[in-house]
């Protein structure tokens, strides 16, 4: 895959696991079942977990 892709992959699948609630192991099988990589996968579940953490960390900080 492109770096274009896996970007629209990573935004797509944080859509998709904060709004609609799909499990990300859910979201990683679309993604290795649309060609994505396991490295790649790897990559997208990091991005997706910094997010959460940075959201965490602002809630912190205005509720602080």
Do not use: C, N, Y
């Not at 770096?3 to 629209?8: E, H, K, W």
């Not at 709004?19 to 990559?43: C, K, M, W």
């Amino acid at each position: 895959m492109t770096t274009t892709q896996i970007l629209q992959w990573a935004t797509l699948g944080s859509q998709l696991i904060t709004t609609l609630a799909v499990p990300v192991a859910s979201v990683i099988r679309l993604f290795r079942d649309s060609g994505g990589t396991e490295a790649d996968a790897d990559l997208l579940v990091q991005h997706w977990a910094s997010l959460t953490a940075s959201i965490e960390a602002r809630i912190k900080l205005l509720q602080g």
